[in-house]
């Protein structure tokens, strides 16, 4: 599933000024990526890192919920992963072009690179 994020309720277009990014999840909700407006990078220019004049994505985190012993009910243990500060205080940008390199991947495979937990 993937879910618009907007700073208006009623505007999820992707062109507008109010689109902020998506929410991608998996096909059981435990495992959600965060990206912002950018492009899919399976549409970018490989050298560019840009479809046109938009550039590809960036990723801003994930979340996984482990399973819960109860079924749907009852708490989960959420776990979060976002992209790390470097020294002067800015996010390091994250902008995968392959699944492998996605912060998702990367915190369950336990590569924390650049990545804060």
């Not at 965060?34 to 399976?42: C, E, L, T, V």
């Not at 550039?55 to 243990?77: D, I, M, Q």
């Not at 020294?87 to 990545?115: A, Q």
Request: net charge positive; aromatic share 6%.
């Amino acid at each position: 599933s993937n879910y618009s994020i907007s700073m208006d309720p009623k505007d999820h277009n992707k062109g507008s000024g109010n689109f902020i990014g998506k929410l991608r999840a998996n096909f059981i909700g435990t495992e959600f990526s965060i990206f912002d407006h950018g492009m899919n990078p399976k549409n970018a220019d490989p050298d560019s890192l840009h479809v046109g004049t938009t550039p590809v994505r960036e990723e801003l985190g994930c979340v996984l919920y482990a399973s819960n012993v109860l079924g749907s009910r009852g708490p989960r243990k959420m776990k979060v992963a976002v992209p790390a500060v470097d020294k002067d205080g800015s996010r390091i940008c994250s902008r995968p072009t392959r699944k492998g390199d996605e912060i998702l991947t990367r915190f369950k495979d336990r590569d924390m690179t650049n990545v804060i937990e």
